[in-house]
Protein backbone atom coordinates (compact mmCIF):
# COMPACT_ATOMS: atom_id res chain seq x y z
CA UNK A 1 0.00 0.00 0.00
CA UNK A 2 2.50 2.07 0.32
CA UNK A 3 3.99 1.62 -2.90
CA UNK A 4 0.73 2.04 -4.36
CA UNK A 5 0.42 5.63 -3.01
CA UNK A 6 3.74 6.91 -3.61
CA UNK A 7 1.86 8.46 -7.04
CA UNK A 8 -1.09 9.36 -5.83
CA UNK A 9 -0.85 13.36 -5.55
CA UNK A 10 -3.64 14.13 -3.53
CA UNK A 11 -2.71 13.04 0.19
CA UNK A 12 -6.48 12.97 1.47
CA UNK A 13 -6.70 10.20 -0.94
CA UNK A 14 -2.85 8.62 0.01
CA UNK A 15 -4.25 8.76 3.47
CA UNK A 16 -7.30 7.25 3.57
CA UNK A 17 -6.06 4.29 1.59
CA UNK A 18 -3.33 4.25 4.29
CA UNK A 19 -5.93 4.42 6.71
CA UNK A 20 -8.00 1.40 5.39
CA UNK A 21 -4.83 -0.77 5.17
CA UNK A 22 -4.06 0.16 8.74
CA UNK A 23 -7.79 -0.59 9.89
CA UNK A 24 -8.01 -4.26 7.39
CA UNK A 25 -4.56 -4.90 9.16
CA UNK A 26 -6.07 -4.35 12.58
CA UNK A 27 -9.46 -6.05 11.89
CA UNK A 28 -7.13 -9.31 10.52
CA UNK A 29 -5.61 -9.51 13.66
CA UNK A 30 -7.83 -9.38 15.76
CA UNK A 31 -10.03 -12.49 13.73
CA UNK A 32 -6.53 -14.43 14.20
CA UNK A 33 -5.87 -13.26 17.82
CA UNK A 34 -9.37 -14.81 18.59
CA UNK A 35 -8.70 -18.15 16.22
CA UNK A 36 -5.37 -18.42 17.86
CA UNK A 37 -7.49 -18.15 21.27
CA UNK A 38 -9.52 -21.20 20.59
CA UNK A 39 -6.90 -23.18 19.36
CA UNK A 40 -4.87 -22.78 22.67
CA UNK A 41 -7.74 -23.59 25.21
CA UNK A 42 -8.17 -26.99 23.93
CA UNK A 43 -6.31 -28.84 26.29
CA UNK A 44 -5.69 -28.07 29.78
CA UNK A 45 -1.95 -28.44 28.99
CA UNK A 46 -2.33 -25.63 26.01
CA UNK A 47 -4.21 -23.45 28.88
CA UNK A 48 -1.34 -23.84 31.23
CA UNK A 49 0.80 -22.60 28.41
CA UNK A 50 -1.56 -19.95 27.50
CA UNK A 51 -1.69 -18.57 31.10
CA UNK A 52 2.07 -18.44 31.34
CA UNK A 53 2.29 -16.55 28.03
CA UNK A 54 0.11 -14.19 29.41
CA UNK A 55 1.55 -13.90 32.78
CA UNK A 56 5.07 -13.58 30.52
CA UNK A 57 3.35 -10.13 28.62
CA UNK A 58 1.73 -8.89 31.80
CA UNK A 59 4.62 -9.06 34.15
CA UNK A 60 5.40 -5.23 34.55
CA UNK A 61 1.46 -4.14 35.49
CA UNK A 62 0.54 -4.46 39.12
CA UNK A 63 -0.21 -7.72 41.01
CA UNK A 64 -3.67 -6.65 41.30
CA UNK A 65 -3.99 -6.80 37.28
CA UNK A 66 -2.08 -10.01 37.05
CA UNK A 67 -4.62 -11.24 40.04
CA UNK A 68 -7.44 -10.75 37.52
CA UNK A 69 -6.33 -12.82 35.04
CA UNK A 70 -5.62 -15.62 37.26
CA UNK A 71 -9.58 -14.75 38.29
CA UNK A 72 -10.97 -14.80 34.98
CA UNK A 73 -12.83 -17.49 33.78
CA UNK A 74 -10.31 -18.96 31.40
CA UNK A 75 -7.66 -19.79 34.06
CA UNK A 76 -9.37 -19.58 37.50
CA UNK A 77 -9.89 -23.25 37.36
CA UNK A 78 -6.24 -23.99 36.80
CA UNK A 79 -4.55 -26.07 40.20
CA UNK A 80 -1.82 -23.64 38.83
CA UNK A 81 -4.00 -20.37 39.20
CA UNK A 82 -4.98 -21.60 42.99
CA UNK A 83 -1.96 -22.25 43.86
CA UNK A 84 -0.35 -18.48 42.24
CA UNK A 85 -3.30 -16.77 44.57
CA UNK A 86 -2.59 -18.30 47.32
CA UNK A 87 0.92 -17.57 46.99
CA UNK A 88 2.96 -15.24 49.32
CA UNK A 89 6.22 -15.30 47.47
CA UNK A 90 7.72 -12.12 45.85
CA UNK A 91 8.91 -13.95 43.36
CA UNK A 92 7.15 -12.48 39.57
CA UNK A 93 4.04 -14.69 39.05
CA UNK A 94 4.95 -15.65 35.34
CA UNK A 95 8.47 -17.49 37.30
CA UNK A 96 6.21 -19.04 39.78
CA UNK A 97 4.02 -20.82 37.55
CA UNK A 98 6.74 -21.83 35.61
CA UNK A 99 8.19 -23.38 38.47
CA UNK A 100 5.14 -25.15 40.08
CA UNK A 101 4.54 -26.29 36.23
CA UNK A 102 7.63 -28.17 36.18
CA UNK A 103 7.08 -29.92 39.48
CA UNK A 104 2.95 -31.07 38.88
CA UNK A 105 1.44 -32.59 36.62
CA UNK A 106 -1.57 -31.28 34.50
CA UNK A 107 -5.06 -32.97 35.80
CA UNK A 108 -5.43 -33.45 31.69
CA UNK A 109 -2.05 -35.76 32.55
CA UNK A 110 -2.99 -37.49 35.68
CA UNK A 111 -3.43 -41.20 35.16
CA UNK A 112 -6.65 -43.22 36.69
CA UNK A 113 -6.94 -46.91 37.75
CA UNK A 114 -10.18 -47.74 35.96
CA UNK A 115 -11.30 -51.01 34.79
CA UNK A 116 -12.00 -51.74 31.26
CA UNK A 117 -15.01 -50.93 30.63
CA UNK A 118 -14.74 -47.40 32.30
CA UNK A 119 -11.58 -46.96 30.43
CA UNK A 120 -13.12 -48.16 26.63
CA UNK A 121 -16.15 -45.82 27.62
CA UNK A 122 -13.88 -42.51 28.39
CA UNK A 123 -11.78 -43.12 24.78
CA UNK A 124 -14.85 -43.37 23.33
CA UNK A 125 -15.96 -40.17 24.79
CA UNK A 126 -13.33 -38.51 23.70
CA UNK A 127 -13.11 -39.90 20.24
CA UNK A 128 -16.80 -38.81 20.22
CA UNK A 129 -15.69 -35.09 21.13
CA UNK A 130 -12.50 -35.20 18.45
CA UNK A 131 -15.17 -36.19 15.83
CA UNK A 132 -16.90 -33.57 16.59
CA UNK A 133 -14.63 -30.94 16.95
CA UNK A 134 -13.37 -31.63 13.42
CA UNK A 135 -16.14 -31.48 12.32
CA UNK A 136 -16.84 -27.94 13.31
CA UNK A 137 -13.10 -27.25 11.54
CA UNK A 138 -14.93 -28.73 8.46
CA UNK A 139 -17.81 -26.59 8.82
CA UNK A 140 -15.32 -23.12 8.91
CA UNK A 141 -12.67 -24.64 6.62
CA UNK A 142 -15.56 -25.01 4.20
CA UNK A 143 -17.22 -21.30 5.11
CA UNK A 144 -13.75 -19.74 4.58
CA UNK A 145 -13.14 -21.42 1.00
CA UNK A 146 -16.91 -20.26 -0.07
CA UNK A 147 -16.37 -16.76 0.69
CA UNK A 148 -12.41 -16.66 -0.72
CA UNK A 149 -14.07 -18.30 -3.57
CA UNK A 150 -16.90 -15.63 -4.00
CA UNK A 151 -14.14 -12.59 -3.23
CA UNK A 152 -12.06 -14.07 -6.18
CA UNK A 153 -14.89 -14.24 -8.57
CA UNK A 154 -15.49 -10.73 -7.29
CA UNK A 155 -11.82 -9.67 -8.28
CA UNK A 156 -12.14 -11.19 -11.63
CA UNK A 157 -15.11 -9.41 -12.70
CA UNK A 158 -13.96 -5.81 -11.45
CA UNK A 159 -10.53 -6.71 -13.51
CA UNK A 160 -12.19 -7.67 -16.67
CA UNK A 161 -14.49 -4.46 -16.30
CA UNK A 162 -11.70 -2.55 -16.00
CA UNK A 163 -9.76 -4.07 -19.05
CA UNK A 164 -12.71 -2.97 -21.48
CA UNK A 165 -12.11 0.23 -20.45
CA UNK A 166 -8.79 0.59 -20.10
CA UNK A 167 -6.46 2.40 -22.52
CA UNK A 168 -3.31 0.40 -24.23
CA UNK A 169 -0.89 0.38 -21.27
CA UNK A 170 -3.26 -0.09 -18.59
CA UNK A 171 -5.18 -2.80 -20.20
CA UNK A 172 -2.18 -4.42 -20.48
CA UNK A 173 -1.02 -4.46 -16.85
CA UNK A 174 -4.73 -4.97 -16.18
CA UNK A 175 -4.64 -8.49 -17.49
CA UNK A 176 -1.58 -9.60 -16.11
CA UNK A 177 -3.08 -8.44 -12.80
CA UNK A 178 -6.00 -11.11 -14.03
CA UNK A 179 -3.37 -13.83 -14.67
CA UNK A 180 -1.71 -12.84 -11.48
CA UNK A 181 -5.23 -13.30 -9.34
CA UNK A 182 -6.57 -16.44 -11.86
CA UNK A 183 -3.10 -18.74 -10.79
CA UNK A 184 -3.17 -17.39 -7.16
CA UNK A 185 -6.85 -18.45 -6.71
CA UNK A 186 -6.21 -21.68 -8.55
CA UNK A 187 -3.49 -22.65 -5.81
CA UNK A 188 -5.30 -21.33 -3.03
CA UNK A 189 -8.19 -23.60 -4.24
CA UNK A 190 -6.06 -27.21 -4.25
CA UNK A 191 -4.64 -26.46 -1.13
CA UNK A 192 -7.59 -25.47 0.86
CA UNK A 193 -9.62 -28.53 -1.20
CA UNK A 194 -7.14 -30.83 -0.01
CA UNK A 195 -7.40 -29.66 3.99
CA UNK A 196 -11.12 -29.98 3.90
CA UNK A 197 -10.70 -33.26 2.29
CA UNK A 198 -7.80 -34.19 4.88
CA UNK A 199 -9.98 -33.04 7.55
CA UNK A 200 -13.43 -35.50 6.71
CA UNK A 201 -10.81 -38.09 6.15
CA UNK A 202 -10.21 -37.81 9.69
CA UNK A 203 -13.42 -37.38 11.23
CA UNK A 204 -14.39 -40.43 9.26
CA UNK A 205 -11.69 -42.13 10.57
CA UNK A 206 -12.00 -41.38 14.06
CA UNK A 207 -15.26 -42.47 13.97
CA UNK A 208 -14.90 -46.05 12.21
CA UNK A 209 -11.93 -46.29 14.06
CA UNK A 210 -9.31 -46.73 11.20
CA UNK A 211 -5.96 -45.86 12.64
CA UNK A 212 -4.18 -46.06 8.99
CA UNK A 213 -6.17 -43.94 7.65
CA UNK A 214 -6.04 -41.10 10.78
CA UNK A 215 -2.48 -41.61 10.46
CA UNK A 216 -2.89 -40.97 6.31
CA UNK A 217 -5.07 -37.99 7.24
CA UNK A 218 -2.68 -36.95 10.05
CA UNK A 219 -0.18 -36.50 7.69
CA UNK A 220 -1.52 -34.79 5.15
CA UNK A 221 -2.84 -32.18 7.50
CA UNK A 222 1.21 -32.29 8.78
CA UNK A 223 2.17 -31.51 5.26
CA UNK A 224 -0.20 -28.49 4.97
CA UNK A 225 1.29 -26.78 8.33
CA UNK A 226 5.09 -27.29 7.02
CA UNK A 227 3.86 -25.71 3.66
CA UNK A 228 2.31 -22.89 5.67
CA UNK A 229 5.63 -22.35 7.70
CA UNK A 230 8.01 -22.42 5.21
CA UNK A 231 5.96 -19.15 3.67
CA UNK A 232 7.44 -16.81 6.44
CA UNK A 233 6.36 -18.69 9.00
CA UNK A 234 2.80 -19.07 8.21
CA UNK A 235 -0.39 -18.44 10.60
CA UNK A 236 1.38 -17.18 13.62
CA UNK A 237 4.18 -15.39 11.97
CA UNK A 238 1.06 -13.40 10.55
CA UNK A 239 -0.24 -12.91 14.56
CA UNK A 240 2.70 -11.54 15.44
CA UNK A 241 3.88 -9.32 12.35
CA UNK A 242 0.33 -7.79 13.30
CA UNK A 243 0.68 -7.65 17.06
CA UNK A 244 3.83 -5.84 15.91
CA UNK A 245 2.28 -3.66 13.78
CA UNK A 246 -0.73 -2.55 16.20
CA UNK A 247 2.29 -1.76 18.74
CA UNK A 248 0.34 -4.28 20.82
CA UNK A 249 2.16 -7.52 23.06
CA UNK A 250 1.12 -10.48 22.00
CA UNK A 251 0.32 -13.21 24.79
CA UNK A 252 -0.49 -16.25 22.48
CA UNK A 253 2.46 -16.14 20.68
CA UNK A 254 4.85 -16.33 23.72
CA UNK A 255 2.46 -18.76 24.94
CA UNK A 256 3.29 -20.88 21.65
CA UNK A 257 6.64 -20.34 22.32
CA UNK A 258 6.94 -21.80 25.41
CA UNK A 259 4.57 -24.61 24.55
CA UNK A 260 6.82 -25.31 22.01
CA UNK A 261 10.01 -24.88 24.14
CA UNK A 262 8.62 -27.42 26.57
CA UNK A 263 7.48 -30.14 24.34
CA UNK A 264 11.51 -30.55 23.47
CA UNK A 265 12.08 -31.55 26.78
CA UNK A 266 13.08 -28.11 28.72
CA UNK A 267 11.72 -27.25 31.91
CA UNK A 268 9.36 -24.38 31.59
CA UNK A 269 11.75 -22.11 34.06
CA UNK A 270 14.74 -22.44 31.00
CA UNK A 271 11.41 -22.27 28.23
CA UNK A 272 11.36 -18.51 30.32
CA UNK A 273 14.22 -17.23 29.61
CA UNK A 274 14.12 -18.87 25.51
CA UNK A 275 11.08 -17.11 25.28
CA UNK A 276 11.80 -13.85 27.07
CA UNK A 277 11.03 -11.40 24.08
CA UNK A 278 8.55 -13.48 22.15
CA UNK A 279 5.21 -11.68 21.49
CA UNK A 280 6.31 -8.29 22.90
CA UNK A 281 5.39 -5.47 20.74
CA UNK A 282 7.55 -3.46 18.97
Not at 231 to 251: A, I, R, S, T, Y
Amino acid sequence: MLDQTKSIKDPVVAYQKLEDARASMGALTSELTTRQEDLMKEGEAQQESLLLGVLMTKQKESLAEQMKILQSADFAKLDVSKFLMKSTAKEALYVQAATWMDTHQSKATKGMVMDEAAVHAKAQARADALAASFEKRVESLEKVHSAKEKQHKTKMKELEEGIKKAGKKSKHVMEALKKREERNWKKSDVMQQHDIDSMKAAVKAIKTNDLKALEKAKGALEDSIKNLKSKNGGFLVLLELGHQFMEKDCPYCAAQCVDKCHTEGKPYVTCLTDCADAGKGK
